[in-house]
């Protein structure tokens, strides 16, 4: 048969603009899980540790210290447990309830804590300075300024919403080594590896996933998981710079 | 393939086109894009590509063919980051911020005022340049803040402004006598990495020009993509005019 190229065109930009319009992310529904899996394990740092940066302090040393180290890199010595690893299941779009929690960014001896804070679209936030000096928390989407508000000592704290899953960098201006990130995972299949590098995840629907890796300082591919009703995964991991 | 009418399923794709058309580019009242405003875009281009392009360049991404010369550099529209805005640190700028910054220009930079053109083509090029980024299309700019008119200036107000400039740290940046050196001014980059340097109050220039009202914004409102960060919520309106009055007031004579 023919068409007249014309009518191609037009029915290629049918095809794009009607799919185009379609919303690529599905809002995370909550449900009784009651077969759910459990997904658990460790993450240690594989080779040789890499040495964190010093940064020389140059406003306020009397309360920060001369100088400061960085946090990209939080491993465990015994154990070699790598710290600050999140982890999440980003293809369930049904599955346990999650209640929307408010999670705390404290501006604390002229670091944030915790280094990675981890919340779910929904979650609230909030910053926090219990330092006697002026911070500024300048948060960031994808190097793009989401907002930037001064913490001065004793100042109010500041409460804002989740609302779009990926990671928001976190920076002080007034102390450029002050880092840090909030991971906004899409449903409530998230971890943060503790200091021993552990990590847990409950109540997955049974199924095949992708176990999203990341790390602030570190490439990790994705990971295929298999979760089987009432089942207890172990999955850990060695992970390093190559 | 043998359909034997394929005249009849032509005419099924062409509906089908008229009707996806139709949506995307003639959506429901209140959206963004409305007919009037694909004609403003495209009369901005025009003002644009005359005017702005040399510095903006052409995919207005701050890369023009002037541009490497230029400090600070010119904006880059793409990132949808823009300094000043009447809605809290975070929001987009209305289309009265663009007006404002295109008709006064930024001062102590290379961006002139351009006063010089007539409002209606201002007016046009600001929907061009937000046709540049994403930002414009998925949100909408946060009400302006109210500011609250200004107190007289009384030796009283300066002094309760060191107070404030003090206990919030501004000297930090600032430094103590306002002149852009404070210990983490040269620690300091924006949006696009760059190396960005603090306000020097003893010039007594502002970018934003001589307006005082403009001062109060910049502190309630922080400036958008650089360092400055927003005190909207952590000073009270009558503290906003008391540091606004003392750092106008540490301009040094020459």
Known sequence: ?????????????SLVLFFGKTPSSVAYEGVTVDNGGELYGTVKFKGEFPVNPIHKVLHNPEYCGESVEDQTF????????????????????????????????????????????AGEVGDSYEIKNSDPVLHNTHLRFEGATIFNVAMPPNGKNIIKPLTKAGVINAKCDAHTFMTGAIVVAKNPY?????????????????????????????????????????????????VGLK | MCFKNPGGLSLIIKILF?????????????????????????RGKAVYERYCIGCHGIKGNGRGAYAAGLNPRPRDFTMGIFK?????????????????TITEGVHGTAMPSWQALRESDRIYVIQYIKSFSIRF?????????????????????????????????????????????????????????????????????????????????SVANGVGGTPMPSFLEQLKPAEIWEVVYYIRSLKEKE
Not at chain 1, 3 to 13: C, E, S
Not at chain 2, 84 to 100: K, Y
């Open chain 2, 18 to 42: 008229s009707v996806v058309f139709v949506f995307n580019f003639f959506p429901e009242p209140g959206s963004a894009a409305t007919s009037p405003e694909i004609t403003s875009i495209l």
């Open chain 1, 74 to 117: 939080l491993i465990n010595s015994e154990n070699k447990g790598l710290q600050n690893v999140v982890l999440t299941i980003e293809d369930i779009d049904r599955g346990k309830k999650h209640d929307p929690v408010t999670v705390i960014l404290e501006n604390f001896k002229c670091h944030f804590v915790p280094h990675i804070l």
């Open chain 1, 190 to 238: 998230f971890s943060v590896t503790d200091k021993n590098g552990a990590y847990k995840i409950t109540d997955i629907p049974p199924g095949h996933y992708k176990l999203k890796i990341w790390h602030e300082g570190l490439a990790v591919k994705d990971k295929e998981i298999s979760i089987k009703p009432n089942e207890k995964v172990n999955l850990s991991m060695e």
């Open chain 2, 137 to 217: 299309k998925q949100e909408n700019p946060a009400p302006e803040i109210f500011i609250y008119p200004p107190p007289p200036e009384t030796p009283a107000i300066l002094e309760k402004g060191k107070l404030v400039f003090d206990k919030m740290g501004c000297s930090g940046c600032h430094g103590e006598k306002g002149r852009g050196d404070g210990p983490s001014s040269h620690t300091l980059t924006d949006d696009w990495g760059d190396p960005i340097l603090p306000a020097n109050f003893s010039k007594g220039v502002f970018k934003t020009g001589p307006e005082i009202w403009k001062n109060y914004r």
């Open chain 1, 1 to 13: 048969m023919k068409f007249n190229p014309i009518t191609l065109l037009m029915a290629g930009m």
């Open chain 2, 84 to 100: 000043w805005t009447g809605g809290p640190s975070g929001s987009l700028p209305s289309d009265t911020d663009l007006l404002m």
